[in-house]
């Protein structure tokens, strides 16, 4: 998981960059 | 009629709805916008001053532009129906091994075939434009396939579907639940079956993006030895590129 934190991240969040 | 794969015209329906509209939502750009901007070129001085930049510095924005555009791609991943009904191991899998397919496809509705520019921070710029990043057979690569998939003139909804059906590639190695993604893949592919025989489209259009795969796959492994090799020679700098870019083209 350490290892794809950010993609982790970004398939959790529900606010994603493209909302911002 | 039944349709192959035994799903019913509501799912091709539904499928083919969430899959456009997720693409729609996640382009950078519009196609409106792409249109505004297709003749707005870097002048020969922008060029030049582009062309003189360090590897280092030209890699640096290049993959920050990358990881920007993978971003996008998540999202698109996110928004298909399905998509998130996956565990995240073959989430995180379908993802790092497909994003870079689906820039490709999506990058040829940057490219303007007229005068072989892509759009690249907010201008069109030619193949020698990208000469600091010392990979010109890589970059020409790039735009031979921009070149060679636009000639196939895809639709909005033929571009969606077709990157959908590539991220969900079963066959991408240390998978989960292969027989869950190869029914969503086999779904994708008869709506964009369906999407090309509403269209009037020929029976060869598919195949003929479907025989783009191998050269997207080439252009993918060009990419990552062209990052090993930087990464040998500059790993001070590789070090600093965005970290889910280094997530996602690490091994």
Redesign the interface.
């Known amino acids: 998981k350490e290892?794809?934190?950010?993609?982790?991240q970004?398939?959790q969040n529900s606010t994603?960059?493209?909302d911002l | 009629n039944p349709l192959p794969g035994g799903c019913s015209l509501l799912e091709i329906e539904r499928i083919t709805q969430s899959v456009v509209k997720s693409h729609i939502e996640t382009s950078q750009y519009s196609t409106e916008e792409l249109k505004r901007m297709a003749w707005t070129l870097y002048n020969p001085e922008e060029t030049r001053s582009y062309q003189t930049k360090s590897a280092e510095v030209m890699w640096q924005q290049c993959a920050i532009h990358i990881t920007n555009a993978i971003q996008y791609v998540v999202e698109f991943a996110k928004r298909i129906s399905g998509f998130m009904d996956l565990c995240q191991n073959d989430q995180i899998i379908l993802l790092k091994a497909g994003c870079m397919d689906v820039l490709l496809i999506r990058m040829c509705r940057a490219y303007n075939p007229i005068n072989n520019t892509l759009l690249f921070d907010g201008k069109f710029a030619t193949p020698q434009f990208f000469k600091a990043l010392g990979c010109d057979d890589l970059v020409n690569a790039v735009f031979d396939f921009a070149k060679s998939l636009s000639r196939i003139q895809m639709s909005e909804e033929d571009m969606a579907l077709f990157s959908a059906a590539v991220l969900l590639s079963p066959d991408r190695p240390w998978l989960t639940d292969v027989l869950k993604i190869q029914k969503l893949q086999d779904k994708v592919y008869v709506a964009l079956q369906r999407c090309l025989q509403k269209q009037g489209a020929s029976e060869e259009k598919l195949a003929k993006m479907v025989s783009k795969l191998p050269i997207m796959k080439s252009i993918c492994n060009l990419h990552i030895d062209k990052l090993q090799f930087f990464r040998l020679v500059h790993p001070e700098t590789a070090y600093t590129f965005p970290p889910l870019y280094r997530e996602v083209f690490g091994s």
């Not at chain 1, 290892?3 to 982790?8: A, C, D, E, G, S």
């Open positions: 290892k794809h934190k950010i993609l982790h970004l398939l994603s960059p493209v």
